[in-house]
């Protein structure tokens, strides 16, 4: 069992900046993913950003948030933190933090099913 525990969120202005926090604990690998997903009403899960931890944590974004976005982490076994910058209106969602196992390879290609444990969801809402 792994357990996921995230905050931040909350609302600002365009062009503000907002940090999540993921801590796992639990039965974790050694190397793990953890990516965030967001969705918004009427849309798709999406998702924008996944760490896999080895090697100081190797990262991949989605074109949508790419360079504003940072996800990171200080080392394999501590929380993680998705730093949003320069925030636009359709950013607003509840956004996820999931984890997957070192074997699950689609994961870096944020495929849902490949994470077998989500965290609860925070709301991100972006006004203009």
């Known amino acids: 069992q792994v357990q996921l525990v995230v905050s931040g969120g909350g609302s600002v202005q365009t062009g503000g900046s907002l940090r999540l926090s993921c801590t796992a604990s639990g039965d974790l690998d050694d190397k793990y993913y953890i990516a965030w997903f967001r969705q918004s009403p009427g849309k798709e899960l999406e998702g924008v950003a996944v760490i896999y931890t080895a090697d100081g944590g190797v990262t991949q974004y989605a074109g949508s948030v790419e360079g504003r976005f940072t996800i990171s982490q200080r080392n394999a076994k501590a929380t993680k933190y998705l730093n949003m910058n320069y925030l636009k209106p359709e950013d607003t969602a509840m956004y996820y933090c999931?984890?997957?196992?070192?074997?699950?390879?689609?994961?870096?290609?944020?495929?849902?099913?490949?994470?077998?444990?989500w965290g609860q969801g925070t709301q991100v809402t972006v006004s203009s």
């Open positions: 999931a984890y997957a196992p070192d074997s699950a390879r689609l994961a870096w290609l944020f495929v849902p099913s490949a994470y077998t444990y």
